[in-house]
């Protein structure tokens, strides 16, 4: 993230706030985005027995950068790597923004997605811009950065307007201050000028850290690391391997692309691990798609079958064949097919195959032989409950992060105030403000001449 805010470029729109990396922060911002159908989960290792199982569609690396967070500068020689015009990449031109930069980078090169409409307007609005351009458009689009601050603190949002006026007020005041004149400058010898440096605010010892994001994507037959501050583009990081079945495919199998990206990701990490700044506050998020899609659509495949499967029966046994099936599963068919978000009812569908599957599962339930009828509807009830367990452990999932985003986000400090006041008139902090009082002035105050000024100034 940049710290720099008198770059070359003017912030329009307002700040950005700091974010926390954590995967429910960022599913909450894809949500916010409006994309769905996907998330973002924390990936501890980089082997194949860690991430292969997910099927990442990218990755988010963040770290404390070390380096120069400046603008990135504009100069006269523009590397053009044409493998890399095709991918959409943004430069990061506002501070504090690089998280919703890095995921953006990531998710607008993904195909197959579902972006929303908001994602799906501004990709085809930008996609011919060139990188700083996307990036000060990403800078003034309203709904990215109310989704970005809707996720910080308020005392981050409070934070990140204070720097802004600061960093407005600083600037002005040097471009209305005039130079001194050069005759009356008097020359500061060497070892004032020294002191002078040691005394200057701002030390290394009092600079915060800077945490900053970078994604990693395969797109368009490669491999791409994605750093809003590189001024020259994406970075190439290897050429995908090239499906054995379709040579002119230009996207990969979706594990293939880990084994390209791995080393770029242990040479990331050495590199963050070496020297004495060495820090191992660093994490990696992995893109994803959502498993409760996948579990919903099974569950209402489940339903669907289900429907099949007793039309079947009531036409092969026109006298009932409610005998014919497990009682216990015939008493609990209602309750399985049943959620906390939904009845027993056909619901929303995400999947775009759906519709064929189910075509082809209703020719198979039409051509099943009449004995195979009531062991397919029981087999069909006990699939159902078990895609309704993982259905339900997603929702709990999803409510334990809206909680947790509650939580993070909810103003305290309103409280905290209105509670220390009624503290202190009702004489509750006397003990504490006459200690503090004495040592600070080497007298105390009692607690009935404190509650009398206090009554006083209320008056």
Known sequence: MMNDTDGPHDLVGGPFAVVESDPGVFTTLLQNFGAYGLELTEVYDIEPWAVDHLHPLGLIFCYISSDDTSPPEQTDEIFDDPDARPVWFANQLSSDACASLALLNVLLNCPGVALGSNLEEFRTDTEEMSSVMKGLAVTNAHFIREAHNSLARPADIRGALHALAKSTLESSKKRSSKPPPQKKRKLSTPRKRKAENATAPGTAEDTPDTYHFIGYVPAHGHVWELDGLRARGP????????????????HAAPDDWMSVVRPALRMKMARVLEGDSADIRYNLLALVRAPYTAASDALEMRKRERAALERRLTETFPAGWADKVDGQLLEAADVAFATTLRNKDYGRVFGADFAGTKMKRDIEILDMPARRLPEAWEESVRGAMTDKVAVEDEIAKSVAAHTEHLQRTWD?????KQFVTCMHKEGLLDK?????????NG?????????????????
């Open 432 to 440: 504490v403000l006459d200690g503090k009082s004495g040592a600070e």
């Open 443 to 459: 007298q105390k105050r009692t607690s009935d001449t404190r509650r009398k000024a206090t009554n006083k100034k209320d008056t």
């Open 412 to 416: 305290y400090e309103p409280f905290i």
């Open 235 to 250: 970075l190439d990081v290897g050429a995908l391997p090239t499906p054995a079945s379709d040579s002119g495919s230009r």
